[in-house]
């Protein structure tokens, strides 16, 4: 799908481009480095959409006509969000902290032309199956769990041995909410 003007993925998740990819879209990939703090106080739930306007911003002033889509995606777990793990003890805590719960997975996407922005956030819950140390060690060891929030992706095996069910966008759990950033694109930005 072409839009009017140029479309920038904001983002160097290789899911988020591929998903995007899937959707028809002709775009391109740029980013930026970003830090990813955010305000103490900020809600849990609104720290994922926070942290996507904010990467936004960082693209707006070198846009020329162009539409720039970002995003980022966190986990919340127990009231605890879970980022990127920074090494493998982190990457066993979180899964370890997942194993036998419910958790949800919040994706937030800003869109903008320099102009105009829209923003937005999805939700999914998620039903992890009670983890043994052996099925996390093997994950870790042979999957790529230390560029995702939460330590995994659902299209990888994770998803296949360890997932019972989610409640919510499937799309959303791997890194995009297509089903929203297709919305607004061809509503707003066509």
């Not at 829209?118 to 870790?140: A, D, F, G, M, Q």
Request: proline fraction near 4%; hydrophobic fraction near 40%.
């Amino acid at each position: 799908m072409k839009l009017s003007n140029k479309l920038i993925l904001g983002s160097q998740s290789p899911r988020r481009k591929e998903l995007l990819k899937q959707a028809g879209f002709e775009f391109e990939v740029r980013s930026i480095d970003f830090d990813e703090s955010f305000p103490e106080e900020l809600p849990s739930k609104d720290v994922a959409e926070y942290l996507a306007v904010e990467k936004n911003k960082a693209f707006r002033t070198s846009l020329k006509n162009e539409v720039v889509v970002t995003a980022d995606t966190i986990v919340i777990a127990n009231g605890n969000i879970l980022g990127k793990p920074v090494n493998e003890q982190d990457a066993i805590n979180m899964l370890s902290a997942l194993s036998g719960q419910i958790h949800e997975v919040v994706t937030g996407i800003c869109i903008s032309n320099g102009e105009k922005q829209r923003s937005s956030s999805v939700t999914t819950k998620v039903k992890v199956k009670p983890l043994s140390i052996k099925e996390i060690n093997h994950y870790i060891a042979n999957f790529e769990p230390f560029d995702k929030a939460g330590a995994y992706g659902i299209q990888e095996w994770f998803g296949l041995i360890a997932v019972e069910w989610i409640e919510g966008s499937y799309f959303n759990v791997v890194g995009l909410p297509v089903h929203k950033v297709y919305t607004i694109l061809t509503e707003e930005f066509g």
